[in-house]
Structures are given as C-alpha cells and as structure tokens.
C-alpha cells in the first residue's frame, strides 16, 4: 500500500523543495525495504534536482513520460547515495499546461505498483501546477514560515486542499528563529497552529547549514550535525508513526549568544 | 540599542502581537470571501431557526458580510411576515 503526498503551501520561498528532499531522502534512509520517488511538478522552474545533486543525470522529464516519449522506468533518476530513493525531473523548457490533472493521477496510479512512498514537491501559487500537483494525492503537507504572508497564504491553500478532498493537511513550520520568538518579534508556534487550525507535523529551526548542504546538493537530513538535519529526521520519524515530542530550538550556548541574549533582555 | 532601550520603557507592543492581529483580521476577509456555497449554506440553516418563531419572506432575505475598518459584520435582513405564539417544534 503507497502513500502519496503532497507538499505545498502557497508561497514560494518558504522551504517546500528543501523539505521534499529531506522527507524523501529521509524516509529511504530509515528504512531500506521501502522504496521511494519524489516527484518535481515544477515545470518550467525544476529545482528538486539541485537540492538533490542530481542535476546532471536528467535525460527524460515528466513531460516525456505524459506525452509518451519515453518509459516511466527511464525518466527515473536514482539517488546518487540512496538506491531506494528516485527522482522523477520537472521539465525545464515547457509550461505547467503541458501536463493534465488527469495525466498526473494516471501517472501516479502507474508509480503506486513499485512504490511505497510517492513525494509530490509543489509549485509555489494556486493555478495548474498546484492543481495538477494535488490531483493524485491522498495526503498533504503544507509548509510554511512563522511571518504573516506565508501563513496568510497556508490558510488558502488549506482551504483549497479540503474543499478538492484532502482534509487535514499536516503543517510543517521552517525557519523559526528562537531568539526572535524570545524578543516578541516572530509568532510562537502555538500562535499558528491556533490560526491555521491543523495539526502539527514538526518544527524546523533557521539553520544556516541548509544553505551549504544545497549548495552540495545533500539533504541535511544526512548530516548528524544540523539542526535542521535533525528537525527533519524527526519529522520522518513521525510520519512513520514514532511519537517524537518537539525538539529544544535553543541556539547552543556560546558567548556570543549569552551576549546577545543580556542585550535583548 | 535604541531598540534596547524602547524595550525597557516598554513603550512598543511586541511585533509579534501586531501580526498575530493582523493576521486575524485579513483571514476572516480571505475566508468569507471565500466561497458563496457557505453563505448559502448559512442562509438555509438561518430560515429553519428563524422560522420557528416568526414566519418570513424568505424571498426578500438578505445575508451579507460587511466590512468596515477593522471589523467584519455578518449583516442580515430578514422581512418578517407574521409572529409566532409560541416555538414551533419542527
């Protein structure tokens, strides 16, 4: 039996093409028996390759596939570390039309034979692309920022979510900087989780590493040293059914950082 | 500093207060602006309650959200035809 979620959340920027990457590489890596595919349907804007470091493995796309230019089997691209974990490419050079609702459901229905998790990464905004993203779907996580227009934006995709059948959506909150929180200039959690209504999937802290892992194109979910890294691992764990409380989003303490902290007081 | 300072006069709500409000406001706006099936929805379910103690011209009814400055009005104009007695049990 495959799951197949989707992963949005509005606005772009927020951390949703980072967040597939580390879900997918994630959940191959806890458990080898389960095969998993990530699917770009950013088309015309693919990047999931990047964060992945698969960038120059692409021969076919899902455009090939749906216009049957080539065999599923031969658009997929295996994980560099991870044999269980596969990518399937966005286009680069055509349009989000250029792929149906009903085209992405038939496409998945084909991938839940060999499959045990279907990750499906999201463009940002509400036209085709989301559409089209959302069509085969059974589940969805939307991701967003504790800032105002990200979660303005998660409220109305929600909406849009439940009313095409994916009711309770998970949320996943990037970028939470503790000592903002700590001043009173950024939402706590409880905040956004009372706004958005939804449950809450996990908690990832602003993580300078993530920048540098993307510019390896290795998830952070593989490097036992970032906060994030571990953020997401947790977040598999949940998603395969641990029961893992919220992680401490303190910085280490450093000198710099009790400095910070008596001038902010 | 001078940040510092403010905060120890406490003459500055907390940003995150002001969001958090802000927020409130604009998502009651996105979501009554959201989707005319509720609103009807709410029009049916308001004529079986009302109608209980007054009987109404249901043709005439009138529901709308009203907006004005920071606070939204679920505004309501119902004719009444003829009041009940008592409750009617449906």
């Keep these: 039996m495959s799951e197949v979620i989707v992963i949005t959340s509005g606005k772009g920027g927020v951390g949703k093409t980072t967040t597939t990457a580390n879900i997918g590489t994630g959940l191959a890596s806890i458990d080898s028996t389960k095969k998993v595919v990530l699917i770009d349907t950013d088309i015309g804007l693919r990047n999931l390759d990047l964060v992945l470091g698969l960038e120059n493995r692409i021969v076919y796309d899902i455009v090939d596939i749906v216009q049957g230019n080539c065999k599923i089997r031969q658009a997929l691209i295996r994980d560099k570390k991870n044999e269980n974990l596969f990518l399937l490419p966005a286009a680069q050079t055509k349009d989000k039309s250029s792929v149906s609702e009903a085209q992405m459901q038939d496409l998945i229905k084909n991938l839940r034979e060999e499959f045990d998790y279907i990750i499906i990464d999201c463009p940002a905004g509400i036209e085709q692309g989301f559409k089209n993203a959302i069509a085969g779907a059974e589940k969805a996580i939307v991701v967003t920022t504790p800032e105002i227009g990200p979660v303005r934006d998660a409220d109305r995709i929600i909406g849009l979510l439940e009313a095409n059948g994916l009711a309770q959506p998970k949320l996943i909150i990037n970028r939470v900087k503790q000592n903002l929180i700590k001043q009173g200039d950024m939402m706590e959690i409880i905040d956004i989780l009372e706004i958005l209504a939804v449950d809450l999937l996990g908690v990832v802290p602003e993580d300078e590493s993530i920048v540098a892992s993307t510019n390896r194109g290795e998830p952070a979910v593989l490097d036992q040293n970032s906060r994030a890294g571990q953020a997401y691992r947790n977040i598999v764990n949940r998603m395969v059914g641990a029961n893992i409380p919220l992680m401490d989003l303190e910085e280490k303490n450093s000198i710099w950082k009790k400095f910070k902290d008596f001038i902010n007081k | ?90």
């Design chain 2, 1 to 90: 500093m001078f940040e510092f300072i403010e905060k120890l006069f406490g003459n500055k709500p907390a940003s995150k207060s002001i969001a958090k409000e802000r927020l409130r406001l604009v998502l009651i706006q996105d979501r009554s602006a959201m989707s005319p099936a509720m609103l009807d929805a709410l029009k049916v379910d308001l004529i079986k309650v009302i109608s209980e103690y007054m009987s109404i011209d249901i043709d005439a009814l009138e529901v709308c959200l009203e907006n004005e400055n920071d606070s939204i009005a679920l505004v309501c104009n119902i004719p009444i035809l003829e009041m009940k007695r008592t409750k009617a049990d449906n």
